[in-house]
């Protein structure tokens, strides 16, 4: 039996150096696929973030030829784009799961409910996280404060809050 080291990713909608912030981020990967015999990526679908970490985890996986690890989509609730494209998401990524916490909040806080779900079941959570508000930064708070272990590929550093 293995065990299985989960890490989660968070960051703006938008991004600014796309392909500095792809290039940090397989050299992210690379480091912990290096260090832990199973990863579980738990990924949304939310933003260029998103994207980009999908996009570095898929191509770094192929390139390598692993299959130490898996790409699982938490969405916060059941969205239209899945119910109608199901097949081709569930090709694309190894697993494709319905947060059950933010699945029965209210719409506009069922991202922040997921994102904390994610966080807890996570043994790293990297950001990308430059400005100080928005759903993302409030993310990192929220994982700071749980004494998560991060990374902000923002500064290159662990984050600490006053």
Known sequence: MFLVYTVCFFGHRRIDGFLTVEQTIE????????????????????GEFDQIVTSAI?????????????????????????VHNQESYDNYYDSVEIC??????????????RNRAMIDRSDLCVFYVKEKSGGAYQTMRYAVKRGATIINLADSSLVSFD
């Open 58 to 82: 898929l191509r770094y996986r192929k390139r390598i030829d692993t299959a130490n690890c898996s790409l699982v989509w938490v969405m916060p609730y059941i969205k239209a784009d899945y």
């Open 27 to 46: 050299e992210v990967i690379e480091k912990i696929l290096t260090h832990h015999e199973y990863l579980e990526f738990l990924v949304g679908r939310d």
């Open 100 to 113: 059950e916490q933010s699945s029965k909040e209210h719409q506009k806080s069922s991202i922040q409910v």
